[in-house]
């Protein structure tokens, strides 16, 4: 059989022919002209990522991609229109005018679902690993038999093979032979920076020969036999389970890195070079050479494309402005389904339970991380969906105990440990989420969680950036804190502010036992990714023991606890400030009302701003550092809205500026004590 034959020509050259004369009508008009402000061309690359969007026809492959993927999305079903008007900031898919015109986005059409993009370079690969586990997970363990057979592809640039997306994701599919297909497409150059500065003589491809468990192939991606040739062979591979494999391509960049870059760095000779490695040019004469067309079809051909991408102009241009009161829209679940992301578009989410909780034994307190412990055991027994993951939680069962036994019980496909690699752990729970899972991982310390933040910022705001169409629920554990009997500057970070600041997470800090079993039921039967902070000196000691509240007890986000009452301060504090400030509030009795937040995104603004119209004082108490910690946000909102009410200058007592220090002395003189929790409250009592 010809391999030729595997794909239809002329669909093909309609698809190339398309992204080049959209490439060439927004350089030569639309972007002088205005209209179009980013402008990101894919001349040179077309065959290649043409070719690669028609074989992938299996219902449930899905594709990871970059900014100069548009051949690729165009040939998976976004129109001329969408592009264009995407370019123009319309209120139109991809992003209704929210995203870059190049950050693209696609519900499954005639090809594979397109996967959100990130404006990050290399922050596509670990989504695509996440998806390859997820095809793992749906056959092994719900048996989804549809999904058998299915791929993730990661579309990316040589440059994109130096960033720390592309090593995560390499080590998170290579181990377990998940069916992922890395497609770097080697133009030589990152914006200016050639490819041998990327990796050693500017080849991945000959770099990873030694890498197990990873198929290579490496060619041209400008020749149509070959293109084909190599594409099919290893997206076969793929799909017989065989494991990952990577496609190293060489394509012509025939335009500057953007439309303000005019390459001035390559000289004459290697411009010419590359002019005769068009994919264009050698499509052409390719189909001329085999008899599948003439000259006169190639004409009409490219004559069709004209006309359709000035029709597509014509009502691109047509299309409404995105409407600015609507662009608050969708940072979290407003009642509307996506299209595609977490378990709600499948039915497949656990309803609510009671907001009272209904403790089956009221005179027995458990631990911290025992209700932690009983509500992921309970919730996975009810949940197929729900896999666990992280740096030791398998075998080990968490470092901190949180994951004992759940191996045990349910298995390696759904608690596995990862390797030390924080941006594949959470850029794998992106893919999963999307594919419809529970993802539920675990970074070990709160300081471990900064190599992650970038994909950890990123899918906070996944659904607002697609509007709705795409959503990844994730509920992101991460320890924080300092330890019973010692600090240090590694182990002690609290630091939620900047989690704060990432839009579209909910954020859970809970102080006790019976709110981190409630909040973490409602984050597992939620729509929105959550990072539920769990204070390790909490965990296991007695202030934080509570009566364990049931199986089916989801407390509500945003709800503070009064845990005492009092008429002269409010005292709004969470985490493990919360029994200091109890217990230096015992001095006043009757005089001081404590706040428990319990959540900080979002936390419970009207509690807050009632207890200070009542009292006519307030004191925040956080651990996180005194300058940019959430107290300020908070005393913000009360100036603001409750000004006339004080009879005191607001106060916060926080951490100092400085890391937690490992000498035990050090450390209390930086974390905010009991005694100095009191002296703020006397101060303030006194005025």
Known sequence: MNPTSAVNWTEVAYYMLLSRHLDELEEQELTPQGKVKYQFSAK???LVQVLTARLLTHPHDAATVYYRSRPFVLASGLTAGEALAANMAKATPPSWGRDTGVMFHLPRRERATVLPSSGDVGAQYPTAAGWAQAIRYRVRVLHHEDWQGAIAVAMGGDGSVASNGFWAALNVVTPQKLPMLFVIEDNKYGI?????????????AANLKAYGNLRLWDGPGYEPAETLRILQEAIAHVRSGAGPALVRLRVPRLSGHTFTDNAAYKPPEEREAEAQMDPLRHLREFLLEQGIFTPGDWDALVQRVRDDVRQALSWAEAQPEPDPAQVRTHVFFEGQAPQMGGLRPEGALIPLGGAEPQPTNPKRRTNFVDAVLRVLDTEMEINPRIAVFGEDVAVKGGVHGATRGLL?????????DTSLNEVGIVGRAVGMALAGLLPVPEIQFRKYADPAREPIHDLGFLRWRTANQFA????????VGYGKVTGDPWHSFSAEQEFVHMFGWRIAYPSNAADAAGLMRSALRGDDPVIFLEHRALLDTAVARRPYPGDDYCLPFGQAARLLEGDRLTVVTWGAMVPRAVEAARAFPGQVEVLDLRTLIPWDVDAVLASVRKTGRLLVVHEDGLTGGFGGEIVAVVTEQAFEWLDAPVRRVAAADVPVPYNIDLMHAVVPTAARIRTA???LLAF
């Open 408 to 416: 045990q019980k349910y298995g390696p496909e759904r608690v596995f």
């Open 681 to 683: 409250m006397e101060a």
């Open 192 to 204: 200016s920076v050639t490819s041998d500065l990327q990796v050693p003589g500017g080849n991945i």
């Open 44 to 46: 040179g690359h077309e």
């Open 472 to 479: 990844a629920p994730v509920v992101l554990r991460i320890p």
